[in-house]
């Protein structure tokens, strides 16, 4: 009799904290596929992008621990979530990585700002196939039915297919019904940021953080914002080599002589 073989190790955070209705739908997605090994803040660390935590100690907690699913709560950021998974926690190097599913899309730029993606792109950094989910709707109670539905389609082909090295993926999910997956690039366009001015009841100035985003090309097919905005799933592979290789020959054209 051939032995069985070990489930794979998939490790499950997110930035919008440990008791965010889009991480235990991220968990019923991807239950079926292994051991489960959740790790995420303890409350909301949206918008923390690639941060982590060193003026202060991180403290984690153990919440569940039963077959099969393994649930801890950390006071950091979501790239902290994963570092002290693969360093402290998890047996050995989880086999696959996801993160969300974020309550709020993360097209275009976006990516940038995300702690949802900042966590897949650490996951990717250390050689591990991941993906971060996001939909777009904010609401505390949304809905990610179909979220579940297509991110376990998705995610069935990763573990089919794997990923190229340096190489993960960004899901984005739209609002309302769900017509299909589109594999897409990232959209070009920008955040027009604002910054409402306030006083407390003390009298002292305070700025909250207001804007829309811009999108330059909103009629591109080929765009993960045009997907989301027309009812489709949005899939972009998104690289950590940030290098304008196309450039790179021509700088080297430049005069460096001081």
Not at 65 to 80: A, F, M, Q
Not at 178 to 200: M, P, S, T, Y
Not at 225 to 243: C, F, H, L, R
């Amino acid at each position: 009799m051939s032995e069985l073989k070990e489930k794979p190790i998939i490790l499950v955070t997110n930035d919008d904290g440990l008791n965010a209705k889009g991480i235990k739908a991220l968990v019923a997605m991807v239950k079926d596929f292994g051991d489960i090994y959740v790790v995420a803040p303890n409350r909301s660390n949206s918008g923390k992008s690639n941060s982590i935590t060193v003026e202060v100690p991180i403290r984690i907690k153990k919440v569940r621990d039963e077959k099969n699913l393994h649930i801890y709560s950390c006071k950091g950021t979501p790239v902290d979530c994963v570092k002290l998974a693969l360093n402290k926690i998890l047996p050995k190097k989880p086999d696959f990585l996801v993160s969300g599913i974020n309550h709020g899309a993360n097209t275009s730029v976006s990516v940038l700002y995300s702690g949802t993606m900042g966590a897949t792109i650490e996951g990717c950094i250390n050689g591990i196939p991941s993906v971060g989910f996001s939909l777009d709707v904010f609401a505390a109670d949304a809905d990610f039915t179909q979220s579940v539905q297509y991110g376990r389609k998705i995610f069935s082909n990763l573990v089919k297919n794997g990923l190229a090295t340096g190489v993960c993926l960004n899901v984005n999910f739209p609002k309302g019904e769900l017509k299909g997956i589109r594999v897409c690039r990232q959209a070009i366009g920008r955040w027009n940021e604002e910054f409402d001015h306030r006083q407390d009841p003390f009298g002292g100035d305070y700025y909250w953080l207001t804007g829309q985003f811009i999108n330059a090309e909103p009629n591109n097919e080929e765009t993960d914002e045009w997907a989301i905005k027309n009812g489709y799933a949005s899939v972009v592979p998104t690289q950590i080599d940030m290098t304008a290789h196309a450039l790179v020959a021509d700088l080297k054209k430049w005069d460096y002589e001081v």
